[in-house]
C-alpha cells in the first residue's frame, strides 16, 4: 500500500512568501552571528600569535645551539649515537632519501626498466568529461544521464534590508 503524501502546511503563496521573507531575515542574523563569531576567533588568533612567536622563536634558537654543540662533539658518539642527559636525549640518526630531480625522466626510466611496482598510478572518473557523450555512449560504459527538476528558493534579500 502506497504511502500517502502529507498535506504542505503552507496553503497559500502569501504564506510561502512570508516564509521567504522569514529565512532572510534568518540568513542575515546567521550571518551576523558567523561575523562576530569569526572577529572573536581572529583576536585570539593574534593574541596566541603575540604570545606564541617569542617563545618559538627562543626554541628555535636553543634547539640551534645544541645542535651546533653537539656536532662539534661528534667523536663522542663513536659507541653510541644517542646521549642520555637529565632532561632529555641528543644524538645522531641514520636517515636515507631518494632524491628524484627530472621526475619524467625517472618515469621513463622506470617503465623501461619494467620496474612498475615503483610507479604509483591514480585512475577516477571525470564526470564532468563524461557528460559531454550521448546516451547510447553512456549505457555502452554501465553510466546513465540522469536529469530531474531540483527545488530551490532564492530569497530578495535585498527588499528586506531596504
Known amino acids: 500500500m502506497a504511502k ?19 529565512i532572510s531575515v534568518l540568513d542575515a542574523q546567521v550571518s551576523s552571528a558567523e561575523a562576530k563569531m569569526n572577529q572573536l576567533i581572529n583576536d585570539i588568533k593574534a593574541d596566541t600569535e603575540a604570545v606564541v612567536t617569542p617563545l618559538l622563536q627562543r626554541k628555535a634558537e636553543l634547539e640551534q645551539h645544541i645542535q651546533d654543540f653537539t656536532e662539534s662533539c661528534v667523536d663522542e658518539f663513536k659507541d ?9 636525549e641528543v644524538g645522531f640518526r641514520k636517515t ?15 617503465k623501461q626498466n619494467k620496474m612498475f611496482d615503483c610507479i604509483v598510478t591514480k585512475e577516477s572518473i571525470d564526470k564532468d568529461e563524461l557528460a559531454k557523450y550521448d546516451d547510447a555512449a553512456l549505457a555502452k560504459v554501465g553510466a546513465k544521464r540522469d536529469t530531474k527538476d531540483k527545488f530551490f528558493y532564492k530569497p530578495a534579500v535585498e527588499r528586506i534590508e531596504a
Do not use: H, Y
Request: net charge positive; proline share 2%; no cysteine.
Open 96 to 110: 636515507t632519501s631518494i632524491v628524484t630531480r627530472n621526475v619524467k625522466a625517472i618515469l621513463g626510466a622506470l
Open 80 to 88: 653510541s649515537k644517542t646521549k642520555s642527559l637529565t632532561f632529555g
Open 4 to 22: 500517502k503524501k502529507a498535506a504542505p502546511v503552507f496553503q497559500s503563496w502569501d504564506e510561502v512568501n512570508q516564509a521567504m521573507r522569514e
